[in-house]
């Protein structure tokens, strides 16, 4: 298995892409996204336990 990370319209994020939250017009805005993951099955399955790890990064321009 392998975790597969969506973006907000089910749009499959591809590893190290770029994710544009979207701008700040005016102060106190808050932006948000929203993210999903599914697990894709890269073999035969069995039973046992699934664990996953995602590190987002923020960069501030």
Partial sequence: ???QILDGSNTPVSNGAHS???VVTT???NLS???QVRYIA???A???AV???ATFNLVYN
């Fill in 46 to 48: 069995t039973a046992g």
């Fill in 1 to 3: 298995m392998a975790p």
């Fill in 27 to 29: 102060p106190g805005q």
């Fill in 20 to 22: 544009p939250l979207g």
């Fill in 33 to 35: 996204n929203t993210y």
């Fill in 42 to 44: 890269t073999g035969a």
């Fill in 51 to 53: 664990q996953g790890l």
